[in-house]
T-cell receptor
Framework: AQRVTQPEKLLSVFKGAPVELKCNYSYSGSPELFWYVQYSRQRLQLLLRHISRESIKGFTADLNKGETSFHLKKPFAQEEDSAMYYCAPETSGSRLTFGEGTQLTVNP | GAGVSQSPSNKVTEKGKDVELRCDPISGHTALYWYRQSLGQGLEFLIYFQGNSAPDKSGLPSDRFSAERTGGSVSTLTIQRTQQEDSAVYLC?????????WGTGELFFGEGSRLTVL
């Protein structure tokens, strides 16, 4: 079955520590992949997309087709990174399927 | 405002009542999506509208749920005979294109409508 998995519902790190939010997917073909973020009391918004190969707010995401993973990484976490993060492959029909999300807390 | 607007922001209703949730997408956006965000469940796709094409209703959980989009703009999500398990935040999003990988290809979300069914 097609699905996207974010194995960690909660992730807590200290400021300055590296952080990795895991995402695994099982979709046929090569779906386009996105990370969305929701900061406290803000709207859900796009963080980055694989096709752009971009780094946003210090975050990068590497696609590993062999492992079908698209983990989100940042070498030095900041307190303002605390948020809910969703991995989202684009599935057939031009829609995004979101994972269950990972709540990241960066402690001072 | 130029963002996606949803109303009401909060709705409390009694089991068995019907509710309507409204979404005003960003002007000029041809694609409109409804998602449901439940505690511990992530975001669940409900329905997708693109231009004049038939909507993708494959995510609607039951026939109590329906949605329409009038004039290619405003959309209304209707839940009939609400049940307690319908309690959630209902999110609307719009996109400039129907191909998320082209152009801006980004979903812009509203703040959501929080539905509580007593």
């Amino acid at each position: 079955a097609q699905r996207v998995t974010q194995p960690e519902k909660l992730l807590s790190v200290f400021k300055g520590a590296p952080v990795e939010l895991k995402c695994n997917y099982s979709y046929s073909g090569s779906p386009e992949l996105f990370w969305y973020v929701q900061y406290s009391r803000q709207r859900l918004q796009l963080l980055l997309r694989h096709i752009s190969r971009e780094s946003i707010k210090g975050f990068t995401a590497d696609l590993n087709k062999g492992e079908t993973s698209f983990h989100l990484k940042k070498p030095f976490a900041q307190e303002e990174d605390s948020a809910m993060y969703y991995c989202a492959p684009e599935t057939s029909g031009s829609r995004l399927t979101f994972g269950e999300g990972t709540q990241l807390t960066v402690n001072p | 405002g130029a963002g996606v607007s949803q109303s009401p922001s909060n709705k409390v209703t009694e089991k068995g009542k019907d509710v309507e949730l409204r979404c005003d997408p960003i002007s000029g956006h041809t694609a409109l999506y409804w998602y449901r965000q439940s505690l511990g469940q992530g975001l669940e796709f409900l329905i997708y509208f693109q231009g004049n094409s038939a909507p993708d209703k494959s995510g609607l959980p039951s026939d109590r749920f329906s949605a329409e989009r009038t004039g290619g703009s405003v959309s209304t999500l209707t839940i009939q005979r609400t049940q307690q398990e319908d309690s959630a935040v209902y999110l609307c999003a719009s996109s400039l294109t129907d191909r998320l990988t082209w152009g801006t290809g980004e979903l812009f979300f509203g703040e959501g409508s929080r539905l509580t069914v007593l």
